[in-house]
């Protein structure tokens, strides 16, 4: 079965820092891999995905993501943060085939400092 | 963007009451999810829907929870007898193809069972 680990609960970081959020997937084949985004009062709203390909993906909102097969990571990085990106951050990875259901983790909870 | 639309936001019920949770699904969509997060914890998917059946369903969803689309354009998730343990935000999704289209979610239901 797929699982998730956001080994994060809280990261805080000053307005214009860099992020990285940290992702830690398990699943046995290929995986399709999620960040979504929750604002407060918000629905989860997809950043970025990863299928195949470039292991590099852009994002909305000046995101990007890299998946790491040998590592089994998915980390979500932005160069400069602002304070509007304050909100919970959700890791998923989806299964090949099937009925597509995503296993979510259990989110990181974004402070921007200003 | 089309919007997955959920009331109420906020419900608050007495153990051993009947709650029913509604979704309004993207008009065009065929495919229909509840998740839901105990708070701390995961996003944990609860059940799918298509065709006018359930398609999938994990452990969470025994006999007590129940989904149903009424009229067509609604898509409800039922709670027959509360547990102080299904205090959790609900989230409902959908999606209009099988594959790997993303998700669109509404802004959930905050269910506080007393």
């Not at chain 1, 860099?18 to 629905?43: I, K, M």
């Not at chain 2, 949770?21 to 298509?50: A, D, M, T």
């Not at chain 2, 354009?73 to 609900?90: H, P, Q, V």
């Not at chain 2, 099988?98 to 979610?105: A, C, Q, R, Y």
Request: proline share 4%.
């Amino acid at each position: 079965a797929q699982s998730v680990t956001q080994p994060d609960i809280h990261i805080t970081v000053s307005e214009g820092a860099s992020l990285e959020l940290r992702c830690n997937y398990s699943y046995g084949a290929t995986p399709y891999l999620f960040w979504y985004v929750q604002s407060p009062g918000q629905g989860l709203q997809l950043l970025l995905k990863y299928f195949s390909g470039d292991t590099l993906v852009q994002g909305i909102k000046g995101f990007e993501a890299e998946f790491k097969r040998s590592q089994s990571s998915f980390n979500l990085r932005k160069p400069s943060v602002h304070w509007s990106d304050a909100a919970e951050y959700f890791c998923a990875v989806g299964a090949e085939g099937g009925s597509y259901i995503p296993t979510f983790g259990r989110g990181t909870s974004l402070i921007v400092h200003p | 963007e089309p919007e997955v639309t959920q009331t109420p936001s906020h419900q608050v019920t007495q153990m051993g009451q009947e709650v029913i949770l509604r979704c309004v699904p993207i008009s065009n969509h065929l495919y229909f999810y509840w998740y839901r997060q105990i708070l701390g914890q995961k996003v944990e998917f609860l059940v799918s829907f298509y065709n006018n059946e359930i398609s999938e369903k994990s452990e969470i969803f025994d006999d007590q929870f129940s989904v149903e689309r009424p009229d067509g354009s609604n898509f409800t998730l039922k709670i027959r007898s509360t547990k102080l343990e299904d205090s959790a935000m609900y989230f409902c999704a959908s999606r209009n193809s099988i594959g790997h289209e993303k998700l669109f979610f509404g802004s959930g239901t905050q269910l506080s069972v007393l």
